[in-house]
């Protein structure tokens, strides 16, 4: 190939990816599928690389990342990235309504209100059209220059295609992670053991200081922009400016709105204060603007925000309550999680005991002391959470909490690992929570489904030194259990029974079962799928396993390490004597009818008779289709106990059929 054909090559390609990727990220349409793009993308990479030449700044190969950056470097803003003054309620918002028209000396003005979104504010320079720079707020006056990882983030422009674009102007968002990229990251953190992330605003900034901008882009973050700076940009409102960078490929969040007055911005209020939960992103109020540039510049700045625009923020329901101590949990990976314990307070319909603290970089944040009164709110969780301090009740005495430096359970020193934020007990085979933990993880619902062993019975069984792997669960004999304290007869039978039952649990469980740090049950499907048995991965290599695909180096590395330690081979080999599951069995098709066939689904609550993923699968056996999210296309909404509100509501006012359980189970029996 000739360096022309290669570079109209990369030219008709890095357009081709550009169009689809616009196509998917702003306008929601999936015009090839994830394998054609993939292609697409490999075959621009290829060239890049044969022909260094012409791999451009704004070439799409960018949004997968791979630059590593060691020292962000610091960059002064060109103008200053302020912050806003808050209200919390209306007559406040009144005195700023009054502060302006007096500001403005009788004139006519207009609102233009957003809401105000729950992320990490980024400011993007473009020359001729191209990205050149992102970088954080930082102090508002000089920020970090983080402009490979930005790339990375798809809804954030690298070219502008347009005929007109200033030579040099800044747009200014806020990054976030989706909340439901969020939760699902904290989904599969539970399944593997570890500590769950504390918010998507703290993960979203974490993010994009990572060093390794493959793992940002891999993140799933995700950019609105909400305004328009520079010099000679012929806008004469803040509405224009959106409009504009609408028009160049930006995301703007189509919840804007502009206000003739004070009572239509009050009404904008009142309408995003539920609705505002069904988005996507976290948004804690909303940001009230002038629309006027002429007029914003005339009201001018205080020193830290300026005097035309405001935050009004929502009230979440919080308390305080005071902090009476830190109790330090091991989980069965080691991962020590720092737990709040409060003094009882009521809150949101329960009595609120404890909160999570995440891990030591959370409690330095808050910089959280015994005895503090915090406040506390109930967010999406169902674990409340500390939101804050109130520093003026503070005891005078008060020092910094350290964490621990000693394992709370068995006293080895811990360890914290390179770029990790929790702390890990090494004492992987004789620290007693990881042990029991290893077997509670063993028999869980979504593992070997032994629901007639419970917490209490494992640590009995633990104390009484019959059990210290799950191999040994297969081990117990009928008198080794009716001795133990509370058992009887039918329940000793019926413990026996559960673990015989076990053996016919699939292969891809059991290994999910087995604990193999990083291994949760995707990784667990897709590995037993591939390998086939045990056997197979145990003398899998790590080039081996990194070439099973979404198989990467971490998950690579930890079942390499599991393989190499004699004790997990011993316990292998034991469970296989028991006659568990160690295979793949190519079964029958699960498919049992296609009475849901063409219909779509949205599960959402919990169920009497299954744990969701089993209903979600029951749906797929009869035909149906599963999805996430309640948009108009769908057809059911399956509505258990405690489903969220916003979702429900969302399904009614799109006028879904909304299932019961029992309703969904005559659909499916009545075939
Ligand atoms: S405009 C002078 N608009 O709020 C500041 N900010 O407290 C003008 N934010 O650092 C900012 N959503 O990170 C603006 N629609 C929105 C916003 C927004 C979130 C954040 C932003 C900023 C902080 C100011």
Redesign the pocket.
């Known amino acids: 190939m000739t360096k022309q054909e290669a570079k109209k090559e990369i030219l008709e390609l890095s357009e081709k990816i550009n169009y689809y990727n616009n196509q998917y990220y702003q306008n929601d349409i999936s015009a090839i599928s994830d394998h054609e793009f993939d292609i697409l993308l490999e075959k621009l990479i290829q060239l890049e690389q044969n022909f260094p030449e012409f791999k451009f700044e704004d070439s799409p190969s960018q949004r997968v990342g791979g630059t590593i950056t060691k020292n962000f470097q610091t960059v002064i803003h060109r103008y200053p ?4 003054g808050n209200t919390y309620s209306k007559d406040e918002l009144k005195d700023f309504d009054q502060r302006v028209q007096k500001g403005l000396g009788g004139e006519d003005y207009q609102y233009f209100c ?4 729950d ?3 980024i400011s993007l320079t473009y020359e001729n059209g191209i990205l050149k720079r992102a970088v954080t ?1 930082g102090d508002g006056t000089k920020g970090d220059d983080i402009t490979n990882n930005a790339k990375t983030i798809k809804t954030i422009p690298l070219r502008i295609n347009s005929d007109h674009v200033p030579a040099r102007f800044e747009v ?1 968002g ?1 990054v976030f992670m989706p909340r439901n990229v969020f939760d699902q990251i904290n989904k599969e953190k539970e399944e593997i053991g570890e500590p769950t992330l504390a918010n998507p605003r703290n993960t979203a900034s974490g993010t994009l200081k990572m060093q390794d901008s493959s793992i940002v882009a891999s993140r799933k973050l995700n950019c609105y922009a ?2 328009l700076m520079g010099e000679g940009l012929s806008i004469h409102t803040h509405g224009e400016g959106i409009k504009f960078i609408e028009e160049w490929g930006f995301k703007v969040s189509p919840t804007y709105q502009l206000c003739q007055n004070l009572q239509e911005v009050n009404k904008y209020i009142d309408k995003w204060e539920q609705k505002r939960l069904e988005l996507p992103v976290d948004t804690d109020g909303i ?1 009230v ?1 002038i629309d006027n540039l002429q007029q914003q510049n005339n009201l001018g700045f205080t020193a830290k ?2 005097r035309w ?1 405001i ?1 009004y923020k929502y009230q979440s329901e919080s308390v305080s309550t005071v902090l009476n101590s830190i109790s330090y949990q091991v989980g069965r990976t080691g991962a020590v999680t720092p737990v709040a314990n409060l003094q009882p307070i009521f809150l949101a319909g329960t009595t609120v005991k404890r909160a999570s603290l995440h891990n030591a970089n959370e409690i330095k944040r808050l910089d959280i002391r015994i005895g503090d009164t915090v406040f506390v709110e109930k967010g999406g969780e169902i674990i409340p959470k500390v939101t804050g301090i109130d520093l003026s009740s503070r005891k005078a005495n008060s020092k910094p909490l350290k964490f621990i430096d000693k394992c709370p359970e068995c006293g080895t020193s811990l360890q914290k690992k390179e770029g990790e934020a929790a702390h890990y007990c090494p004492n992987y085979k004789e620290c007693p929570p990881q042990i029991k933990g290893r077997i509670e993880h063993y028999i869980q619902r979504n593992a070997m489904d032994i629901d007639s062993l419970g917490y209490q019975t494992i640590k009995l069984l633990f104390d009484t030194n019959l059990i210290h792997t799950p191999a040994d669960l297969y081990k117990l004999k009928y008198q080794d259990i009716i001795q133990l304290e509370g058992f009887k007869d039918l329940s000793t039978r019926n413990l026996l029974n559960g673990i015989k039952h076990s053996k016919q649990i699939s292969f891809e469980r059991v290994l999910f079962a087995l604990g193999i740090r990083f291994v949760g049950r995707t990784v667990a499907e897709k590995l037993a799928l591939h390998f086939k048995n045990i056997e197979n991965i145990r003398n899998a290599s790590f080039d081996q396993l990194i070439e099973v695909p979404e198989i990467g180096e971490r998950i690579a590395q930890s079942v390499v390490e599991f393989f190499e330690d004699p004790e997990n081979i011993q316990m292998i080999n034991e469970l296989k004597q028991a006659g568990v599951q160690l295979e793949f069995l190519e079964g029958p098709d699960q498919q049992i009818s296609d009475c849901l066939a063409n219909r779509t689904f949205v599960v959402s609550g919990v169920f009497e008779n299954f744990d969701r993923e089993e209903l979600k699968e029951t749906i797929k056996n009869h035909g149906g289709k599963v999805v996430s999210s309640v948009s108009g296309k769908l057809d059911y909404l399956v509505a258990g106990d405690k489903m969220g509100p916003a979702k429900l509501k969302k399904a009614k006012d799109f006028g879904i059929k909304i299932l019961s359980e029992q309703e969904f189970m005559h659909m499916i029996n009545d075939q």
Not at 81 to 84: A, E, G
């Open positions: 990235m302020l912050s806003l957003e809401l105000k979104f992320g990490v504010a707020r200014r806020e909400y305004s940001v603007k925000s300026p625009a935050a």
